[in-house]
């Protein structure tokens, strides 16, 4: 490499935007995905000993499935070769491969071959590598921000362990930030740049868990702000503001604002009035909140407020909770809103909640009783000598699937738990008690 060579790199490498000039070169200096880089877990530990398989990352943009490749190209002693799904055709694996088999005839050194956006290739393409990575002759490494169950043949994933990234916490976005601002190295740190703790949140909530989205902002903020008389750059939050067009919202995820606004959010569900639900979903959203934290409180709402009015409530909640770590923004949001809306507009009943909680009540309030004889496990040996399930009366073999008998211990069978209410499904349960029970 000659002098002219050094320059060109020198200055290349200096305008490569900072979220890639920021990407760790070893393990330590990864952010976040602890559940599966942590010191005790497999992937730490088969990187560590260079004793990668194939394995797919799959997750949403920006939480770092390129990163830990790079991290396995700067730790392993394999060849690592790399192709984006998106523009490499069957010559470009041809390529590769030949390569591969090169290096292991000349030298003894396996290949890791990372794909990113590997769903992108068709069939036929996956199907290429398989005969391939089953040999040994590569191994694969594939990024894909689809579910690799659905997008990724069935044999390449059997060959493969997935792991699943999750969107960067609000903390893991605030240290990356950090480290943008003030490293002088590889972030931006010889700009004498400094950001405030309103703009730094601000990024951090805006991001949603995607790092690149938060590096791009700050980036974007110290190139173009001018310095103030002090010789700094400051990132304040109406630079942040301007930086992700986006206006901040009064709302600290763990402050006063945030516990006020998911309390009006449930209390409109709650009440039935899904204009205001949608409003403060809508305002949560906006400012970031974790949408599997907005699922959480609609499925608490669903059994705690709906219950037995409508159980579907639940199965909807429960749904879109699923939906909702599957898909990712912003169609999400279109999703939590669905829910949200099936919520405040079911009937209400509390009967099932108030039903558990008095239970537990008595429970713990009472000497615990004995189960009735009759209704105890006659199964295991020598229960049925001991008179366990004797007398107990088979309810399907009575009308109505239905015979009057104690189930409850001795001493509580006048304790009444569940009293259904007047609205929705529970009609129905309270006609069919009526119907089944009669005059007892």
Known sequence: MDLFDYARNLNSEKETPLASRLRPKTLDEVVGQEHIIGKDKLLYR??????????????????????????????????????????????????????????????????????????????????????????????????????????????????SIVFELKPLSFENIKALIERAVYDEERGMGIYHADINDDAKEFLAAVANGDARTALNAVELGVLTTDPSEDGKIHITLEVAEQCVQKRALRYDKSGDNHYDTISAFIKSMRGSDPDAAVYYLAKMLYA?????????????????????????????????????????????????????????????????????????????????APVPTHLQDAHYGGAA?????????????????????????????????????????????????RKIKGND
């Open 46 to 159: 088969a990187i560590k000993a260079d004793k990668i398989s194939s394995v797919i990352f799959y997750g949403p943009p920006g939480t770092g499935k390129t990163t830990l490749a790079k991290v396995i190209a700067n730790t392993t002693s394999a060849e690592f070769m790399q192709l984006n799904a998106t523009v490499a055709g069957k010559k470009d694996m041809e390529s590769v491969v030949a390569q591969a088999k090169q290096t292991m005839a000349m030298n003894g050194r396996k290949t890791i071959l990372f794909v990113d956006e590997i769903h992108r290739f068709n069939k036929g393409q996956q199907d290429y590598l398989l005969p391939f990575v089953e040999d040994g002759t590569v191994v694969l490494i594939g990024a894909t921000t689809e579910n690799p169950y659905f997008e990724v043949n069935t044999a390449l994933i059997s060959r």
């Open 288 to 368: 970031g909140e974790s949408v599997d934290f907005i699922a959480r409180r609609i499925m608490i709402c669903a059994a705690e407020d709906v219950g037995m009015a409508d159980p579907n409530a639940l199965v909807v909640a429960n749904a879109a909770a699923q939906a909702v770590h599957q898909v990712g923004m912003p169609e999400s949001q279109i999703i939590l809103s669905e829910a949200t809306i099936y919520v405040a507009t079911a009937p209400k009943s509390n009967a099932s909640c108030n039903a558990v909680f008095a239970a537990m009540e008595k429970v713990k309030n009472t000497i615990t």
């Open 385 to 433: 000598k001991l008179g366990h399930g004797i007398g107990y009366q088979y309810a399907h073999d009575f009308p109505n699937h239905y015979v009057k008998q104690q189930y409850l211990p001795d001493g509580l069978t006048d304790c009444v738990f569940y009293e259904p209410g007047d609205l929705g499904y529970e009609i129905k349960v309270k006609e069919h008690f």
